[in-house]
């Protein structure tokens, strides 16, 4: 598998394993299948895991994550994990971003992640103030910077980074400002879709392109998540959404796309992880698999390489 650039923490292999699928978030699976799809992307090259507390019930990822590295010790392989509180429970951050930080780190059977990224999106000092899921900027910066600059000297953690979904504004603020993350979290698929991850309503839009150019020019790493939009760029959503979902909405926007992939001969999520494998700046594209079936169509779109110019104009003509 491809290995990139991963600014200051090395290099990355081009796939990452992703804790939601493992953790069931995006749909049912079992411990022993999960354990089992780590393992297998150990085998295929990937080398970086992207977990959470959150991702499962009772912590299910990183406890999967945990199990499969005592059976199958690796200790190259580079692990993200995460912490973040809205406004509305932002008391005492840095000792509760400490704590996570310890918890995570028991579950693995690890004494230091390579990456402690805040889950909360971003929004601009002055606003907008009822957005729900958001941390203020001033906060972020005044209380959670330092903190992640702590952890670091301590040995805790090797670099931090943020969930690039907030408001654009305030997240390429971010990126432009020292100390700057080690690495940023974009919604990058090709149709564009933020679907439920934008909270902000009719206060702004989505802008993951401009974020991912600021990131470049900050010479912070991208880590691509929602490839295929929570399921939407897939030939089929496989777990029950409701009608007025967001996922719900953009499946059916996504006709379009679904036909191309199959004139080019290849699925819906094959198609959709080889745009985001091809976007500038991107080192590495976050998997949502849930199984070693789901895992093994990503490692194929993965071989298959970039796409082409044509390829990229026919999905562009869909946004």
Not at 16 to 21: D, E, I, M, R, V
Request: proline letters at 5%; a negative charge.
């Amino acid at each position: 598998m491809q290995s990139r650039n991963f600014g200051r923490l090395g290099t990355v292999s081009a796939l990452t394993l992703g804790g939601g699928g493992i953790g069931a978030v995006w749909g049912p699976t079992t411990r022993e299948e999960s354990v089992a799809t780590v393992r297998a992307a150990l085998d295929a090259g990937i080398t970086h895991l992207d977990l959470a507390p959150t991702y499962g019930e009772g912590h299910e990822a990183e406890l999967v994550a945990g199990e499969a590295l005592r059976q199958q010790p690796s200790a190259d392989v580079l692990i993200t994990s995460k912490f973040g509180l809205p406004d509305d429970d932002e008391t005492d951050l840095p000792a509760r971003m400490r704590q996570s930080l310890q918890d995570s780190l028991a579950r693995l059977g690890r004494d230091h992640l390579d990456l402690f990224v805040w889950h909360a999106q971003l929004r601009p000092a002055d606003g907008p103030a009822t957005a729900p899921r958001t941390t203020g900027w001033r906060v972020f910066r005044d209380e959670v910077v330092p903190e992640f600059v702590r952890l670091r000297d301590e040995g805790l953690i090797r670099g931090w980074g943020i969930t690039g979904v907030g408001f654009p504004s305030a997240v390429i603020e971010t990126l432009g400002t020292d100390p700057r993350p080690d690495g940023v979290q974009v919604v990058v698929n090709a149709l564009d879709r933020s679907g439920d991850m934008w909270v902000f309503g009719d206060h702004g839009t989505p802008a993951n392109g401009d974020i991912v150019a600021a990131a470049q020019a900050g010479s912070v790493p991208v880590i691509g998540i929602r490839a295929v939009a929570a399921g939407s760029l897939t030939d089929s959503v496989d777990r029950q959404v409701a009608e007025d979902s967001a996922v719900a909405v953009d499946y059916a926007r996504a006709e379009g796309f679904r036909r191309l992939a199959a004139d080019l001969g290849e699925s819906a999520a094959s198609l959709a992880h080889r745009y985001a494998l091809s976007v500038p700046g991107v080192a590495t594209v976050v998997l949502g698999v849930k199984n070693r079936d789901e895992l093994a169509e990503c490692v194929a779109a993965e071989e298959r390489g970039p796409l082409g110019a044509e390829e990229l104009e026919q999905l562009a003509k869909l946004r």
